[in-house]
């Protein structure tokens, strides 16, 4: 969460029902970089076209965090009704979009993410206007790994068949998948664990980690108009995600083995180059390069479509 905070990284847990996901994506605003001013105009003035803004209130000074149902429609999704007015993607705007349990969704309605995803932006067409709206959010997913939730548990025994796991999988395409630069695993938490003493970070600890990141980021993009690594394009990437020799091998053999597409490579080296950051590292080095590639795991564990 960390990584993806600090990167504003797309994010996609999974794990069996009870081990935190839900817990810890509804955490992330908490570790989130505070609003610019200019941030927080373009969010105020979103929600109010929306008729979201509440009452005696100014400017909107936190980042959004939306968690639409899985029964919601593609319109409500990207936005839309007679007079286009923005929906939960552009509400999400400079903050987060939260979909729990994924493969319950709708499977053309998550395909609509895809165009947002990559642009950052939603134009919606009516027959009497046109409109484009911002959607630049932090997208954060959750799901089981398999429809009894229990896949690769060490707890409870998965009584699912491969034919069930390959179709909950199934409904979650690859292009989108390929559009989440952090895809990982969460285990089961130990009843050791809870009842620890040892001192746990709060997110005011994590947060200050994470701003010293961004600030990082900021300095180093301020030419460029974008202010994250989670926005590089693939001419920024090979101008500021450099390689020595080792990483280069070292991603060369995880992408042959994992089967990755271009888009999971550039993805790699923008996680690698968040954590370098959080590490304040000027260069990108082998053991960064080594946990991103842990990050796209579900990559080598699932087919996909």
């Known amino acids: 969460m960390e990584v993806a905070a600090a990167g504003g990284h797309n994010c996609l847990l999974i794990g069996a029902p009870g081990s935190g996901k839900t817990m810890m994506a509804r955490r992330i605003p908490s570790i989130l970089p505070d609003l610019t001013f200019e941030e927080s105009l373009e969010t105020t003035k979103i929600h109010s076209i929306a008729g979201k803004l509440e009452k005696n209130s100014s400017l909107i000074v936190t980042r959004p965090f939306r968690s639409p149902h899985h029964t919601i429609s593609g319109i409500s999704l990207i936005g ?21 349990e994924l493969p319950e969704f709708n499977k053309n309605t998550l395909e609509v993410l895809r165009g947002p995803l990559e642009d950052k932006i939603v134009t919606i ?13 932090m997208f ?7 429809p009894c939730g229990y896949l690769g548990s060490k707890e409870k025994e998965c009584t699912c068949s491969e034919k069930a796991i390959s179709k909950y999988i199934g409904k979650i395409s690859g292009p ?14 130990k009843y050791q664990n809870l009842e620890s003493s040892t001192r746990i970070e709060n997110s005011k600890e994590i947060k200050n980690r994470v701003n010293k990141a961004r600030k990082l980021q900021q300095n180093r993009y301020k030419k460029e108009s974008i202010y994250s690594n989670s926005q590089l394009t693939p001419r920024l990437i090979e101008k500021y995600c450099k390689l ?3 990483s280069k091998m070292l991603l060369e053999l995880a992408f042959n083995k994992l089967g990755l597409s271009a888009r999971a490579y550039g993805r790699i080296l923008k996680v690698a180059r968040t954590i370098a950051d959080l590490e304040n590292e ?3 080095l082998p053991t960064h390069v080594a946990e991103a590639i842990q990050y796209r795991n579900l990559d080598k564990r699932y087919k996909r479509n």
């Open 244 to 246: 020595d020799e080792q």
């Open 140 to 146: 954060v997913a959750s799901m089981n790994p398999c």
């Open 80 to 100: 839309g009704g007679r007079i286009p007015k923005p929906g939960e993607i552009s509400l999400a705007h400079n903050g987060v979009l939260f979909l729990d």
């Open 125 to 137: 067409s009516r027959l009497n206007a046109s409109l484009t709206y911002p959607c630049n959010f």
């Open 282 to 284: 000027h260069n990108i």
């Open 176 to 189: 989108l998948l390929d559009r989440i630069d952090i895809q990982t695993e969460v285990t089961q938490v």
